[in-house]
């Protein structure tokens, strides 16, 4: 059965760092990509990050790069988005997903999904 779980969202003031968490099952860590994205009140579901989880490359969106980044435990099954540097702009909820290669920053193209972890930065 396919399992994403997310873990570490909260709230924090603007200039602070949070780290995400996304523990997949076995079957779901072995379809080779996996990404966050997120999704603010009365907004459509936006990449943010992208793995490969058989090699490591990743992928940013504009918005985030030099602030975030996506990294992977293997032997956990796990992936983390670090988040430095927030902003109110910031303030989404954030979703953990999964595909077979190749990765898309496009919420759309993945097939499986966690609950989702709320951030909220504030000013």
């Known amino acids: 059965q396919v399992l994403l779980v997310e873990s570490g969202g909260g709230s924090v003031q603007a200039g602070g760092s949070l780290r995400l968490s996304c523990a997949a099952s076995?079957?779901?860590?072995?379809?080779?990509?996996m990404g966050w994205f997120r999704q603010a009140p009365g907004k459509e579901r936006e990449g943010v990050a992208t793995i490969y989880t058989g090699s490591g490359i990743t992928a940013y969106a504009g918005s985030v790069k030099g602030r975030f980044t996506i990294s992977q435990d293997n032997a956990k099954n796990t992936i983390y988005l670090q988040m430095d540097s927030l902003q109110p702009e910031d303030t989404a909820m954030y979703y953990c997903a999964a595909r077979p290669v190749p990765c898309y920053m496009t919420a759309g193209r993945y097939n499986y999904w966690g609950q989702g972890t709320q951030v909220t930065v504030s000013s």
């Open positions: 076995e079957y779901t860590y072995s379809t080779s990509c």
